[in-house]
């Protein structure tokens, strides 16, 4: 039997290319025999692109895969209260989420709303099993007529992973103001790179010698976003999301120490989730 066609992965350019960089990372974590996170969809996407991964530099590291449990993790936790909910997945790239945590227990009853990019909507459709649970919009998730696709009368969880440090700030505010006047008791989950670093990552940061990440010019530490409530209406709650278990005990302690010192909010990301009212 011959093996699947490879995609080409350099119809990805810009912020859509950190797709590919993330992906490597999940596949190469999901291959370990220790691995803490299990993502065989990952691993055969990986395998099937056609592309220069090592531009990428070094990937062998478990942030990406950390990343990728917290918000399973708090996706599940959604499920299991609204099973027939829509999870919204905006600018979701090559993320494996569904069948992550289609197996993970929560039943078959929830939705799923994929909101991205034509060039990376077609990529997907070339690449993922397909499932009839599973809607895409074809279009920026700055263009909120993706809302209208959203049933709301179960629940909504949406995910904005590795999304909104590459908006501007007035688009990522605008964003998360629009999905809490939108979606009352829904919940919304974003990731933000350390604070302290922002003039750094704001012009791009160099992953090696042939590859610079694109410029983030949005941040906030975990501190910054504990403000949200107060400052965009329709934000009930909002809740500082630890790390999941690493491997490792040292880098254990190292991310239990930084997420209860307030002190160190400006150097570590934060993994904000919102609960709307």
């Known amino acids: 039997m011959s093996s699947p066609q490879k995609i080409d992965g350099t119809s990805l350019t810009g912020v859509s290319e950190t797709a590919l960089l993330t992906l490597q990372v999940r596949?190469?974590?999901?291959?370990?025999?220790?691995?803490?996170?299990?993502?065989?969809?990952?691993?055969?996407?990986?395998?099937?692109?056609?592309?220069?991964?090592?531009?990428?530099?070094?990937?062998?590291?478990?942030?990406?895969?950390?990343?990728?449990?917290?918000?399973?993790?708090?996706?599940?936790?959604?499920?299991?209260?609204?099973?027939?909910?829509?999870?919204?997945?905006?600018?979701?790239?090559?993320?494996?989420?569904?069948?992550?945590?289609?197996?993970?227990?929560?039943?078959?009853?929830?939705?799923?709303?994929?909101?991205?990019?034509?060039?990376?909507?077609?990529?997907?459709?070339?690449?993922?099993?397909?499932?009839?649970?599973?809607?895409?919009?074809?279009?920026?998730?700055?263009?909120?007529?993706?809302?209208?696709?959203?049933?709301?009368?179960?629940?909504?969880?949406?995910?904005?992973?590795?999304?909104?440090?590459?908006?501007?700030?007035?688009?990522?505010?605008?964003?998360?103001?629009?999905?809490?006047?939108?979606?009352?008791?829904?919940r919304m989950m974003f990731d933000l790179p350390p604070a302290l670093f922002a003039k750094l990552i704001g012009r791009g940061m160099r992953m090696s010698r042939s590859y610079r990440v694109p410029p983030m010019p949005f941040t906030m530490s975990a501190s910054e976003a504990a403000r949200l409530i107060d400052i965009v209406p329709g934000i009930r709650s909002v809740h500082d999301v630890p790390a999941p278990t690493a491997r490792g005990r040292l880098l254990n302690a190292l991310l239990w120490v930084a997420h209860r010192t307030p002190l160190l909010d400006p150097v570590r990301p934060a993994m904000t989730l919102l609960e709307f009212g």
């Open 27 to 186: 596949a190469n974590e999901a291959r370990r025999p220790d691995r803490i996170l299990d993502d065989p969809v990952a691993v055969e996407v990986a395998d099937r692109i056609h592309f220069d991964f090592a531009k990428f530099g070094p990937a062998h590291r478990q942030d990406m895969a950390l990343r990728s449990l917290a918000f399973d993790r708090a996706t599940r936790d959604y499920l299991r209260d609204h099973p027939k909910a829509t999870v919204v997945a905006l600018a979701e790239g090559l993320q494996t989420s569904f069948y992550r945590i289609s197996a993970g227990g929560v039943g078959d009853q929830f939705r799923w709303l994929t909101v991205d990019l034509p060039p990376m909507i077609e990529v997907r459709n070339q690449l993922l099993p397909p499932s009839d649970r599973v809607d895409v919009c074809a279009q920026s998730a700055l263009d909120y007529s993706w809302m209208d696709r959203v049933d709301t009368s179960e629940g909504v969880f949406i995910t904005a992973e590795g999304l909104l440090m590459y908006l501007q700030p007035e688009e990522s505010m605008g964003l998360i103001a629009a999905c809490a006047k939108r979606f009352p008791g829904g």
